[in-house]
């Protein structure tokens, strides 16, 4: 099965080639398959930052761990959800939805009062982890994306947000980082590649109720 010669490539790469960059190309492709990833509602209550200058990547690196791939990668995909929701955020999504398929506003106006009242029995906290965890199934379509275009990846969640977020003004946009993946090549002297994947069973992961 293709896809899990796909999974089986794919491996938390530890240190990249600095002299391979993911071609323009290949990185609209990577944004395309970003967008394309289900959000609970379809809301997308995220927006992404992808880093590829030098200079930016060398000052985010002590903001996360000191962690080599963060200057060492071609390109950082920094995952942000929202600090906080406000109704608009539904009220933009029905307008898009009635444009996309179009349909009058009203048709489809009963889904978003719906989507309303669930968000609003979430209180500050669940809505906040809430919309982080969207940022999650995003960050893994993108891995399996690169996987199948022979691009590698990093997952990272070793950053201190607060300082990540103040270096790179996401206060003022009402985002915070989440989780980043950090793309590229593969150095051939990354020792992690030959390793074998540490995994339970399926017996163990597979639970019987
Ligand atoms: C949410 C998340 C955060 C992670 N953060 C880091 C990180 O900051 N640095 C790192 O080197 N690896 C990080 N990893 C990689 C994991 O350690 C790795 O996926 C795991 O050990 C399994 O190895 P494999 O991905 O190579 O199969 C992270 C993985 C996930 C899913």
Known sequence: MEVLNLLNRRYATKKFDTNRKIA??????????????????????????????????????????????????????????????????????????????RVELNTVKGYGDFIKKKIAEKDKYELQSWMEKQTYLAASNLMLACAELGIDSCPMEGFDAPDV?????????????????????????????????????????????
């Not at 930052?49 to 930016?56: E, F, G, N, S, Y």
């Not at 950090?182 to 540490?198: C, E, F, I, L, S």
Request: with cysteine; glycine share 2%; charged share 25%.
């Open 24 to 101: 323009e190309t290949e990185v609209a492709l990577l944004k395309d398959a970003v967008n394309l990833s289900p959000t609970s509602y379809g809301l997308q209550l995220y927006r992404l930052l992808v880093i590829a200058d030098k200079d930016t990547k060398e000052k985010l690196k002590p903001l996360c761990w000191n962690q080599q791939q963060i200057e060492e990668c071609s390109h950082l995909f920094v995952f942000c959800s929202f600090k906080t929701y406000e109704e608009k955020f539904v009220d933009d999504y029905i307008e898009l939805m009635s444009k996309t398929h």
């Open 165 to 209: 977020d103040a270096f790179l003004q996401l206060h003022e946009k009402n985002l915070t980082a989440t989780v980043m993946v950090a793309t590229g090549y593969r150095h051939p002297a990354d020792d992690t590649q030959y390793a074998p994947k540490v995994r339970i069973g399926a017996e163990q992961l597979f639970i019987r109720v």
